[in-house]
C-alpha cells in the first residue's frame, strides 16, 4: 500500500494546496477527525461547515480552519487533504489540539551553514518531481523489504536507485546536512537521502533525532524512512536494528496528518513481532490516538492504527485485515478487543 504522502498536512492553521487539487471538480471524498478529547465529532464536523461531497475550494478551507480556531478550548487546528488513489477525491484530514493537550515537542531549528551538495539534492528533486504523477495515478506500489522504498513507478524508482548508490559514500555529509543545515530544503532531502543508507543501524539514531524537527516535510521524510527501516528490522532481527518507540508514541499525539500517519508506520512495523514491553506502552499512552486513528473513514489510512491494536489485542494481523476490510462497525470489534486486553 502507497504510504507517501502527495499534499501534506497543513502546518499554523494555513492552507497549502497544490493547483490541481484547488480546481472545483476535486470532490471531498471523506472527512476524518483527530486530536478530539473534549468536542464531540458532530461538534467540529458542524463547525468545520466543509461536508463528504462539496467541492474541494481552497478558499473554503482556510475560512474553515478560522472557525475551527473560535471554538473555546482550540489551541491549534490543521487540515490536511490528501490524495491517494487516483479517484478524483481527497481525504481531508482535521486535526485539533485543545488546550489541555501536550501536543509533540519538537527539536529548536538548526541554524548552521553545512549545504547539501548540487548532485545529491538533485536526486531527491527528482524524486519529488516523479511522485505526485505517481500518487495521483493510484497505480505506483512500494516495496520495504530491503530497509527503504523501492516504488513500481520508473520515475521514482530511477531516483531511489541513484540515491542507493550514492549514498555508499556520502553518508556522514547527508548526516551533518540533516543534523546541523539552517536550510529547510536541504534537510528535508538529507532525511531522505539517508533511508537509503547501505547501514541501516548506523542511521537510526539521526533519523530518529530527525523526527523531530520543527519542520513537517522534514519529519514525514526522516519518519517515513524509518518506517522502511522497521519493515527490515522485523525481517532480519540478526542485523540488531533498534529504533527507539518513544519518539514515535509521543508523535501520535501531534496536531499535523503527516506525524501521525507517519508515526503509526513506524510503529507497526515495530509491533510486526508483538514484542510484550513495546504493546503495553502503546495501550497505557497510546490506546486513545490508536482507537481514534482506526475509525478514519479513510480504510487505508487506517490501516497501521487498526493492526497495531489488533496486536495489542492478541489477534493476528490476517484476522485484523479481514476485519477491518469491511468498514467502521467491524473495526470495532478490533477497538472493543483491544481495549479490553491487559
Not at 480552519?65 to 490536511?80: I, N, W
Not at 531516483?159 to 543534523?179: C, D, H, S
Not at 490506546?287 to 479513510?298: G, T, V
Request: aromatic letters at 4%.
Amino acid at each position: 500500500m502507497r504510504r507517501l504522502t502527495f499534499i501534506a498536512a497543513l502546518m499554523s492553521s494555513t492552507v497549502v494546496v497544490g493547483a490541481d487539487e484547488a480546481k472545483p471538480q476535486v470532490m471531498v471524498g471523506t472527512i476524518d477527525l483527530f486530536g478530539l478529547r473534549q468536542h464531540s465529532e458532530s461538534e467540529i464536523r458542524s463547525s468545520l461547515k466543509i461536508k463528504e461531497g462539496d467541492p474541494f475550494d481552497r478558499e473554503q478551507t482556510s475560512a474553515a480552519v478560522a472557525e475551527l480556531k473560535k471554538l473555546p478550548g482550540v489551541k491549534q487546528t490543521t487540515l490536511a487533504p490528501i490524495t491517494t488513489d487516483g479517484s478524483g477525491r481527497i481525504h481531508l484530514f482535521v486535526g485539533v489540539q485543545e488546550e489541555d493537550a501536550v501536543g509533540f515537542v519538537l527539536r529548536d531549528k538548526p541554524t548552521g551553514e553545512t549545504r547539501l551538495p548540487a548532485p545529491l539534492a538533485q536526486i531527491f528533486l527528482d524524486f519529488s518531481n516523479a511522485l505526485g504523477p505517481a500518487v495521483r495515478s493510484g497505480k505506483d506500489r512500494e516495496d520495504d523489504t530491503q530497509g527503504h522504498a523501492l516504488d513500481t513507478d520508473p520515475g521514482m524508482r530511477k531516483a531511489e536507485e541513484t540515491a542507493v548508490a550514492q549514498m555508499r559514500e556520502e553518508v556522514g555529509t547527508v548526516k551533518a546536512v540533516l543534523r546541523t543545515s539552517a536550510s529547510v530544503d536541504d534537510r528535508r532531502a538529507a532525511a531522505w537521502l539517508l533511508g537509503y543508507a547501505p547501514d541501516k543501524k548506523s542511521v537510526t539514531d539521526a533519523l530518529v533525532e530527525a523526527a523531530r524537527d520543527p519542520d513537517s516535510s522534514v519529519r514525514n521524510n526522516a519518519t517515513r524512512a524509518l518506517g522502511a527501516i522497521a519493515v527490515l528490522a522485523g525481517l532480519q532481527p540478526e542485523l540488531g536494528i533498534r529504533i527507539d518507540p518513544s519518539v514515535f508514541i509521543a508523535m501520535l499525539d501531534s496536531v499535523d496528518w503527516t506525524d501521525r500517519n507517519k508515526a503509526a508506520f513506524v510503529l507497526e512495523g515495530l509491533t510486526k513481532s508483538k514484542p510484550p514491553e513495546l504493546l503495553q506502552q502503546l495501550r497505557a499512552h497510546a490506546l486513545p490516538d490508536l482507537i481514534e486513528m482506526a475509525r478514519w473513514k479513510s480504510t487505508g489510512h487506517a490501516l497501521s492504527a487498526a493492526l497495531i491494536l489488533g496486536r495489542i489485542a492478541g489477534w493476528s494481523d490476517e484476522k485484523t485485515m479481514a476485519t477491518c476490510e469491511w468498514g467502521k462497525s467491524d473495526r470495532e470489534a478490533i477497538i472493543a478487543a483491544a481495549s479490553s486486553s491487559r
